[in-house]
């Protein structure tokens, strides 16, 4: 099992360009999780999805569109990249069934943005 | 709101026991769980507690205080491999299924 694979690696985006962060898991879990972790911080909910179909805000979702293609994959879209959505992306899955607060998370995507 | 509060560092040698602090302000607290994360890596689920008491896994273990609004990481026997960040995380009851982090514990373990 590959667990949560994310794509791409890194990214440098110049400010007003576009681009989609993948995320899957093979895991079978109903729920997945967009966060966004800066320099010192801890990681910050950006979208979350309970199950395929359904989709919620978290704490910082301005400037972020996602979407839950199937069970097993979760994208997150900046429409209009600016500097400040500079950050590590982390994808996350979580099987309802057990326990939300057990979460597994992808290995993250570099985005730099100029 | 909520709020959650840890110590930015923690310097330990190794063989040492550290206990990693985190305290909460949150209305409908459900539950506290511990991630451990090394630099440039992805955050590993540690332990959670939803009840009053310790949960020992292994080297590890994590206690909460629900009356205290109060849980704590605790980590015997140090290894130098255990040097990483370790974020306390809360769930509450009106926003099930999404977790708050805090801003994380840097431990360093020392030879």
């Known amino acids: 099992n590959a667990g949560v694979t994310q794509t791409p690696k890194f990214q440098v985006l110049k400010t007003g360009q576009s681009m989609t962060l993948q995320c899957a898991q093979d895991?079978?879990?109903?729920?997945m999780y967009w966060y966004r972790q800066d320099p010192g911080m801890g990681l910050r909910l950006i979208y979350y999805?309970?199950?395929?179909?359904?989709?919620d805000k978290g704490e910082v979702p301005n400037g972020y569109n996602v979407s839950r293609l199937n069970k097993r994959e979760f994208s997150l879209r900046l429409e209009s990249a600016a500097p400040s959505q500079t950050s590590v992306y982390f994808c996350?899955?979580?099987?309802?069934?057990?326990?939300?607060?057990?979460?597994?998370f992808g290995p993250g995507t570099r985005l730099t943005v100029t | 709101g909520q709020s959650l509060e840890q110590p930015s560092e923690v310097t330990a040698v190794e063989g040492a026991i550290v206990q990693i602090n985190c305290t909460y302000q949150?209305?409908?607290?459900?539950?506290l769980s511990w991630y451990q994360q090394h630099d440039g890596g992805a955050p590993t689920f540690l332990s959670y507690?939803?009840?009053?008491g310790l949960e020992e896994t292994g080297r590890f273990s994590s206690f909460l205080s629900r009356s205290d609004s109060y849980g704590y990481l605790l980590l015997q026997e140090l290894q130098m491999k255990d040097s990483a960040s370790y974020f306390c995380?809360?769930?509450?009851?009106?926003?099930?299924?999404?977790?708050?982090f805090g801003a994380g514990t840097q431990v360093v373990v020392t030879p």
């Open positions: 995380a809360v769930g509450q009851t009106d926003s099930w299924g999404k977790l708050q």
């Open positions: 895991m079978n879990h109903n729920s």
């Open positions: 507690n939803a009840l009053d």
């Open positions: 949150t209305s409908g607290f459900y539950g």
């Open positions: 996350a899955s979580s099987d309802e069934t057990r326990n939300f607060f057990e979460q597994y």
């Open positions: 999805s309970a199950s395929e179909g359904t989709t």
